[in-house]
Structures are given as structure tokens and as C-alpha cells.
């Protein structure tokens, strides 16, 4: 197969960046995304020209770390990360246009790589149950109903690849945060700090400088894990009561 | 030299608590004295990163990726074991022990292998603690399911993805420790060199993959939790950036590398499609507690559709050879049976180079929905990759690299012959002898982190108060100097050819010459082309841009220097061992019907290589393995 790209080249953080016009030639079909692009970076390199920077490392859909904007969308069409797409999903001398995820927090390191440390520093003011290796009682003394660990898992399946703000009008980060706070929040061990977690996470959030949720959906259905918006309502939730909690003086 | 494992005396079953009692303690106001060094944030890096942290020790965690997240612990799909008996099928701490020295085919240490035993089941409560969602009954306990090479059903999972829950719960902890202050994070900081002073490894030399700066990082131990080197082979399942610098690099200063040429193949990973291909998907083991594994009895069947082969056709080999382990066979076993019927021309697929595995019983048997419930993801995940819809035609499967259950010598503490270089999960050679069983790496990498290192790095501890060292210490300047040094060299060769061909013709060399069979005559033609190809790399290496800054292929030319001198490591090593022995297959030692023929006279040690330069060949330390409780035996899972 044969496809001309439009990639976004840019050499720093501080630099502008336009998008350049490469051909990909002879992909296979059952290439996916990111070996399409390895193909290309050869072609490149052949020519003397510096390859295309872009980050991946499980090549599985799994780690979270392949992050391109394909066509205007993040992680491209259908459904999953970049690199579980596959070639065969376009049409043969179609045009391609290659960019970063494009959020006010994530900035552009260089190519298409961007800097997503935010949803790392919004996990450490929140994104976790206190406890101490060692400390732990037996793992089936508490019972926990199958459906409940189901969402639970369902919500714990987010790999934190920053799609939903990329993809968000608003370069809203609920998407990611409300995963978290559901998971932790509906299991038991989770309960004791669910007030603290939620309005400690959403002001991290709000600091990164991520927008709010007007509803767009668009995070849900760019998002490889499936995680569903309905998320976010039940975290809008919980976040009100605990600030009404702290603003009445209730210690969390 | 001679290797002192350092083992407990007393009885098996009575070490590790009686370590335990009399382990040296530091106390908390001097732990936060003491700075440690962990690179690897993944199953064993997070986790023990954040129980010292707890501790008290003050720690400064590396890794590669952009954020700790992301290690490669987070593709692991199929379980982690523990010896709970939660299903009251029988299960105990010593059927676990039992089952990973058999599993390991009686090439790993007791003690250690009946540690590791002993602490699964602190894992699974410390996980639930932590929020780790596994699969529940509707009675709200645990689900269990059964993987290869054992009889009962121990392994607690979370749907396809126990690897990312688990490493979640990790990275949650971590998380929680440096919002304390008590870690020290560095993302996108890649380990280049091991620094060592006066004998003792007190530093490391770090790469900034986003600015290029080579800085070091002083400390009072180093914990290398960086992960195995199954990407010497180029195609595997391990991660892209998956390496064995770190380990290396720590080889090259002195710490001894043990058994290099001990890889895991992985029975039913999806088949190579082509030359472009930059890695392999694995489809978890546990598909085959549903799924049977079989071929055309006959050659001209091969190019059928599967639905028109019939039964009576059909060479359902595991079940045939193996009756009563059957689909679950180990991984070595499974893997060499697969090739031997491909070999054989029964093979399905493009290049006849696949087997079926096959879910149509099963579908039958439980409905569609089960099926879907338990391996869903990665029914879609087979479907995305091959086009193919495994729910109405059986999977295609083949081996396929996935583990390395060599890496540097470790004694019980887990340190390495260097005092203070403390090696754990996969990078070690600990616990899986020459074979792992599945759903066990997972329980070793949190064992490791989360129990076994947070008792034992004490002993070293207590023997370094007032002996810090700054990075002031001429052995920095010495390490900082010959990575730059190297990278500069590496951007300047201007060759022709890119870092990748490098890399692919690497893995071919070691697929052929030192995969899932090995001989003589084959390990010998790689020990000769290997440092050829290394010398071209570096005559002939073609690497544009600057060493400032992102630059990948920078990143990726020098972990390939390193397999370019690892992979020779590795072919001397499987030319040393004499024997067969789990993933270790010389086809000169085999018994008649074709099964791994051990050597226990000549070979139960521990081959562990010393560094002599690189001129010359390294020499070989043993440490003989000593069984008090298990009585050898052949491993027969017939
Ligand atoms: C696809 C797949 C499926 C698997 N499924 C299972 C399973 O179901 N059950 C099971 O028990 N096991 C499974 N395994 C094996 C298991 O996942 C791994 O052995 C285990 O997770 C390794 O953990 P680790 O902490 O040792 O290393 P990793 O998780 O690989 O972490 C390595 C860390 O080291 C860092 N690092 C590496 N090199 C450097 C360097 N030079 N500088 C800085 N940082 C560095 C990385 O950034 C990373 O943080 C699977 C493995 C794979 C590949
Ligand atoms: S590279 Fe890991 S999810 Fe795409």
C-alpha cells in the first residue's frame, strides 16, 4: 500500500512546528500504525533525513505510551491505542495527517512526542488507597459482590494514554480522573479516603491547567479502554459532597 | 571465586522466618539517611520503591518510559500464582515450591523457591489491600484459574490484564510515596553505567532522554529491577525499549552474570506475518485452560480450512504425549512440540509456521458468553491484529521469545557479588531455574519488591553507616566520561546501515543459532558471526541527528551495542551447558521420545560469567545447587 503523509515535525519545546509532507511506500497490510511509521523512519534515515520522533513501547495497547492524533483524532479511527491499529484500515493512496496529542498540558517535547506528567502528578495527590506492604488482612476477608468489582475493573482499565483531553474541546482531564476515584471509590478498601481523594485529584487537575466537562463525549469515544463518561456524573458527585463535607467544617 | 549464596541454615520451611528473626535491622532515624537507588519502576522496581520508601529510606526511582506507569510489568495478561487454596484443591506452600522446582527443572535454588512460595500469599492480601481489582465469584471471594505446569488452580487474575492491575496498585503506592517526598521520581532517565567505589556499587550514570545530559546519581545502593533481556532476539514479546543495558553495564563492572542462555519461548504467541514486524503479541497461557492445541495429522490437510479437517484428522499432540498435563504442559515442553510438528511439515498458517488452538469444544461445552467473559480482550485483540474471528475459526499460535529467566547472580539478600548492587525480578536469575511456570513472574517481581529485599537490604545497610559517598568521587567523573564518550562515538560513525537492520539480523542469528534448540555446531557459527556483526555496527552504524535532545535511535543504537555483546555472552553459555534442561534444548541431549535429556552430575550449578574485558573470554563461576528437601527426578507431566 502506498500513503502520503503529513507529519508534524517540530525540533523542541520552544520551537514552532509545521507539518511536512512524506510518502510512505510499499506498507503491508497487516503493518500496523507505528510499524508504518518504523517503514517510513528507515526511508528517512536512508535519505539522510532525521527520522520521526514518536513515542511507543508495548506496541500491544496496553502501556499508554504511543500517543498520535490521526486525522484530526487521537489514537485514529476505530476503536484502541495507535498501535493496535492496522494499515488495512485505510484505503490505499490515502492522505494521512500525522500529530501529537494536542492538549494545553501536555506540551510538545519535540515530533509528536509530548510531556503527559500531569496525570502523574494528579495520581500522586490522590490516585491511591494508604496502606503498608505487610499490613495487609486476608485477601477474602472482605467480600466484595462481583458486579461491584466489575466496575470496578471496568474503570481500573484506563492506561492513562491522555487521548480523552487530547481529544476534549476543553482539554478536559475528567475522563482519566473520574476512572480513578470510580475504581478506588467503589471498594471497600478504597471507602476511608474517597472524600480526600476526589477533591484532592480534581484540584491537581484544575492546577495542571485541564478544562472542565461541558459534555462533548468526545473523551469516551476516543478512548482505547472504554471507559464510559458516565464516570465523570458519579465524580461531579462525589466531589460535590465532599467539598460541601469540608465546607461545613466536617473533617475528611 | 567462589559464590556464597548466603542461605539460612535450618530447615527449609523454617529459613526465612528464622532469617527474618535475626535479619540486621536499621532503625527509622537511620534509614533516612540512607539514599537508595532504584532503577525500574516496574512489578520489583515500584514495589520495593515504595515499600522503603515506607520504610523510611529516602529513594531516587529510574526508568525509561515517560512515566513509571508504563514499565513493561503492565502487559501481562494471564495471573499471578499463590499458594492460598482458596479452591481447596490441594494446593499448599509446598506444591507451589514443589511445582516451581520441577517447573524449573531442577536447575534453581531451594531456598529461594520455597521463600518465594511462602510469601505469595501476603502478595494477594497486600494487592486487595491496595485496591487491585481481581475476578470474584458471585459469592464476592476470589476467582482462580489453572496455568501450565500444575494441577490445582492458583492463579488470581484480573480479567486479561493482571499485569496492569498489578502494576497499578504498584504505581499507586509509588505515587503515594512521592507526593511524601519520599521518593524521587526520574521519568525518561535512562541507566547508561553502574558507578562502583572501592569495591561497592554506590552510583549510577543516567542518560536525560529528553535534553541528552548525562549526569550521575549518588547513592548508598543500587537496585537494578530493570526487567529481562528477551529483545536480543529482536522479535519478542518484551516491550520496544525492553534492554540489558543496565544488567550489562553492571556485568561489565563486575557483577556476575548467571545463566545468560536460559530464555523462555512462549507457546502461543500470535505467528511472525512479515519482515516489517517490530514485535510479537502474546495470547495469554491461560487460553489454554479453554482452548486444545492441535494440527492435521496429515501434511496435505495443512492448506485446509480447519473446519474441513475432521476430527479423526486431527493431531491433538499435547493431549497424545502429554495425557495427563494435556493443553497445560509447561511452556518449554509445549513451545518444542509445536516446533517439532511444524518441523515436521504440519504446520498451518503462512510459512507453515502455526498450530491451532482451537475453542470450539469449549464454546460447545460453556457458551459463547464464558468464553467471551474470561479471554474477551483478547479474542478482540487476536481479531485487530489477524483479521481473523477466533470465536468461529481456531486461532493460529507459535512460539514466540518471552522471558529470560537468566540475569545477574544474586544471593538470598538479592545482592549481587558487588556489595550493594541488589538485583530483583526478572533482571535476577533467582527463582525459575531453566524454565519459569506461568503466573509466576509476576509473584516473583512483588515478592522481590514488596517483602523479600525490604528484609534483607538491612544486612548491607547496617554495615555502611558513615561511609556515604558523594558524586564528587573520581569513579563518577571516570563513568560519566566513558558514556559520553560512547555516545559520541555512536553518533559518529556515519555509516550506511540503520540501528534497526542491526538489531534484526542480531535476533535472527539468536532465533536460529540459540533459540528453542540449540547445538554445537550452530552456537559455534554464531559465536563467529556475532562479533562480526558488532564490528560492523561499529564501522558502519547509520545514526543521524544530535546526542542534545530526543533522539531514539540514539536510545535504541545503544542497547543494541550491548545485545551485540550479550548475545555472544549468551550462545558461550548454552555451548558450556552440556545438558538439556527446560528452555535450554541441545538437540544432542535429548532422551529417545524426544524430551529434554538433564545432565545432574556434570551441570546442577549455576553458571555465572565474570567480566574479563573485552578482548577476552569470560570465566565461569559455579554454584553448585545443593538439594536438601526435593530428590531429583525426570520431569514427566506425561
Ligand atoms: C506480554 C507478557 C505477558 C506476561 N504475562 C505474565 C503473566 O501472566 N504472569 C506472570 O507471572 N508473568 C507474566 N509475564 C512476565 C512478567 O510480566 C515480567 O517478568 C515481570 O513483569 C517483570 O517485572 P520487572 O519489574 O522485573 O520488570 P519490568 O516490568 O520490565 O520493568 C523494568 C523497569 O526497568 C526500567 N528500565 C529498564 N532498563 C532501564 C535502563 N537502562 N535505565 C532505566 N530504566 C530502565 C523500565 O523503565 C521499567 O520501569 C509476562 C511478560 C510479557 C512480556
Ligand atoms: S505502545 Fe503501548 S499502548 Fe501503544
Redesign the pocket.
Same mark, same amino acid.
Given at each position: 500500500m502506498k500513503f502520503y503523509l503529513e507529519v508534524w515535525r517540530q525540533k523542541g519545546p520552544e520551537s514552532g512546528g509545521k507539518l511536512e509532507h512524506y510518502e510512505a511506500n510499499n506498507i503491508p497490510a497487516e503493518a500496523s500504525f507505528l510499524e508504518m511509521l518504523d517503514i517510513v523512519n528507515e526511508d528517512l534515515t536512508a535519505k539522510g533525513i532525521e527520522p520521526i520522533q514518536f513515542d511507543s513501547d508495548c506496541r500491544e495497547g496496553i502501556c499508554g505510551n504511543c500517543s498520535l492524533t490521526i486525522n484530526g483524532v487521537p489514537h485514529g479511527p476505530g476503536r484502541g491505542t495507535t498501535c493496535q491499529l492496522y494499515m488495512r484500515k485505510f484505503r490505499d493512496g490515502q492522505i494521512i495527517t500525522i500529530e501529537p496529542f494536542r492538549a494545553d498540558s501536555f506540551p510538545v517535547e519535540r515530533d509528536l512526542v509530548v510531556n503527559r506528567e500531569a496525570y502523574d502528578r494528579i495520581m500522586q495527590a490522590g490516585g491511591f488507597i494508604s496502606e503498608r506492604a505487610g499490613s495487609a488482612p486476608d485477601a477474602n476477608s472482605v467480600p466484595i459482590p462481583k458486579v461491584v468489582a466489575d466496575v470496578a475493573m471496568d474503570a481500573a482499565a484506563c492506561i492513562g494514554c491522555g487521548a480523552c483531553a487530547a481529544a476534549c474541546p476543553n482539554g478536559s482531564a475528567m475522563l482519566f480522573v473520574s476512572a480513578k476515584v470510580t475504581h478506588l471509590g467503589l471498594l471497600p478498601q478504597g471507602k476511608p479516603e474517597n472524600d480526600r481523594r476526589v477533591l484532592s485529584m480534581v484540584r491537581q487537575m484544575d492546577k495542571e491547567g485541564f478544562g472542565n466537562c461541558s459534555n462533548y463525549y468526545a473523551c469516551e469515544a476516543v478512548c482505547p479502554a472504554g471507559i464510559p463518561a458516565s464516570f465523570i456524573a458519579g465524580m461531579n458527585r462525589a466531589y460535590s459532597f465532599a467539598s460541601i463535607k469540608e465546607s461545613v467544617g466536617i473533617p475528611l | 571465586m567462589t559464590l556464597d549464596a548466603n542461605i539460612p541454615a535450618g530447615p527449609l520451611d523454617k529459613k526465612w522466618t528464622s532469617f527474618k528473626n535475626t535479619a540486621k535491622l536499621v532503625n527509622p532515624a537511620n534509614k533516612r539517611k540512607f539514599d537508595i537507588i532504584i532503577?525500574?519502576?516496574?512489578?520489583?522496581?515500584a514495589a520495593s520503591a515504595a515499600t522503603l520508601a515506607e520504610q523510611g529510606y529516602k529513594v531516587k526511582c529510574?526508568?525509561?518510559?515517560d512515566s513509571?506507569r508504563r514499565? #513493561?510489568?503492565i502487559? @501481562?495478561?494471564?495471573?499471578?500464582n499463590a499458594a492460598k487454596n482458596y479452591q481447596n484443591d490441594g494446593d499448599s506452600v509446598y506444591r507451589l515450591f514443589y511445582d516451581t522446582i520441577k517447573g524449573g527443572d531442577f536447575r534453581a535454588r531451594e531456598a529461594n523457591v520455597h521463600r518465594l512460595a511462602e510469601i505469595s500469599n501476603q502478595i494477594i492480601d497486600q494487592c486487595v489491600a491496595q485496591g487491585v481489582p481481581f475476578a470474584r465469584e458471585y459469592g464476592g471471594l476470589l476467582d482462580n484459574r489453572s496455568f501450565g505446569g500444575a494441577q490445582v488452580s492458583r492463579t488470581f487474575y484480573a480479567r486479561g490484564q493482571?499485569?496492569q492491575q498489578l502494576l497499578l496498585g504498584t504505581y499507586s503506592a509509588l505515587s503515594h510515596q512521592i507526593a511524601l517526598g519520599n521518593v524521587e521520581m526520574f521519568s525518561k @532517565?535512562?541507566?547508561m553505567d553502574l558507578v562502583v567505589v572501592d569495591g561497592h556499587a554506590k552510583g549510577i550514570v543516567v542518560r536525560d532522554m529528553t535534553t541528552g545530559e548525562i549526569t550521575s546519581h549518588a547513592g548508598d545502593a543500587v537496585l537494578l529491577?530493570?526487567?529481562?533481556y528477551g529483545n536480543v532476539f529482536y522479535l519478542s514479546?518484551?516491550a520496544r525499549g525492553?534492554?540489558v543495558?543496565?544488567t550489562y553495564r553492571a556485568y561489565k563492572r563486575g557483577a556476575l552474570f548467571a545463566n545468560p542462555c536460559y530464555t523462555q519461548i512462549h507457546p502461543t504467541c500470535i505467528p511472525v506475518s512479515g519482515e516489517y514486524q517490530s514485535k510479537l503479541t502474546?495470547m495469554?497461557e491461560s487460553l489454554r485452560n479453554d482452548g486444545r492445541v492441535w494440527v492435521p495429522k496429515r501434511k496435505e490437510d495443512c492448506a485446509k480450512e480447519p473446519k474441513d479437517i475432521p476430527e479423526d484428522a486431527r493431531d491433538y499432540y499435547l493431549e497424545r504425549k502429554y495425557p495427563s498435563y494435556g493443553n497445560l504442559a509447561p511452556r518449554d515442553i509445549s513451545s518444542r512440540s509445536a516446533k517439532e510438528v511444524c518441523d515436521d511439515g504440519r504446520g498451518v498458517g503462512p510459512g507453515g509456521l502455526g498450530v491451532y488452538l482451537d475453542f470450539a469444544d469449549a464454546i460447545k461445552r460453556l457458551g459463547k458468553h464464558v468464553i467471551e467473559e474470561r479471554y474477551g480482550n483478547l479474542f478482540e485483540m487476536y481479531h485487530n491484529i489477524t483479521g481473523e474471528d477466533a470465536y468461529e475459526r481456531p486461532m493460529r499460535i507459535y512460539p514466540a521469545v #518471552?522471558?529470560t529467566m537468566g540475569g545477574l547472580w544474586v544471593d538470598y539478600n538479592l545482592m549481587s557479588n558487588i556489595p550493594g548492587l541488589h538485583v530483583?525480578?526478572?533482571?535476577n536469575f533467582s527463582d525459575h531455574g531453566a524454565n519459569r511456570l506461568? @503466573?509466576? @513472574?509476576?509473584?516473583q517481581?512483588l515478592a522481590d519488591g514488596y517483602f523479600v529485599l525490604p528484609n534483607t537490604l538491612g544486612t548491607y545497610m547496617a554495615s555502611q553507616f558513615g561511609k556515604k559517598v558523594d558524586a564528587s568521587a573520581p569513579a563518577f567523573k571516570e563513568a560519566v566520561d566513558s558514556v559520553k564518550a560512547r555516545v559520541q562515538k555512536l553518533i559518529s560513525i556515519k555509516g550506511t546501515r540503520s540501528v534497526d537492520s542491526f538489531h534484526r539480523e542480531l535476533g535472527k542469528i539468536m532465533w536460529d543459532k540459540c533459540g528453542m534448540a540449540r547445538d554445537k555446531k550452530g552456537l559455534e557459527e554464531a559465536l563467529r558471526k556475532i562479533p562480526k556483526l558488532r564490528e560492523e555496527f561499529w564501522t558502519n552504524l547509520k545514526l543521524l541527528g544530535s546526542a542534545d535532545g530526543i533522539n531514539m535511535e540514539l536510545e535504541r543504537a545503544g542497547r543494541v551495542a550491548d545485545f551485540l555483546e550479550f548475545g555472544e555472552l549468551m550462545c558461550l553459555d548454552a555451548l558450556n551447558r552440556n545438558e538439556s534442561c527446560g528452555g535450554h534444548f541441545r538437540t544432542e541431549y535429548q532422551t529417545p521420545e524426544g524430551e529434554a535429556l538433564r545432565d545432574d552430575e556434570n551441570f546442577d550449578y549455576v553458571a555465572a560469567w565474570k567480566y574479563e574485558g573485552d578482548n577476552t573470554a569470560p570465566t565461569l563461576v559455579k554454584e553448585p545447587l545443593v538439594y536438601e528437601e526435593v530428590k531429583l527426578a525426570t520431569r514427566s507431566y506425561k
Open positions: - | 532503577v525500574g519502576s516496574g512489578l520489583a522496581g529510574f526508568c525509561y518510559q513509571p514499565a #513493561h510489568s502487559a @501481562a495478561q494471564g495471573g499471578i493482571t499485569g @532517565a535512562e541507566m529491577c530493570t526487567g529481562g514479546t518484551n525492553c534492554n543495558t543496565a502474546l495469554s #518471552h522471558y530483583l525480578g526478572e533482571a506461568g @503466573a509466576s @513472574a509476576l509473584m517481581g
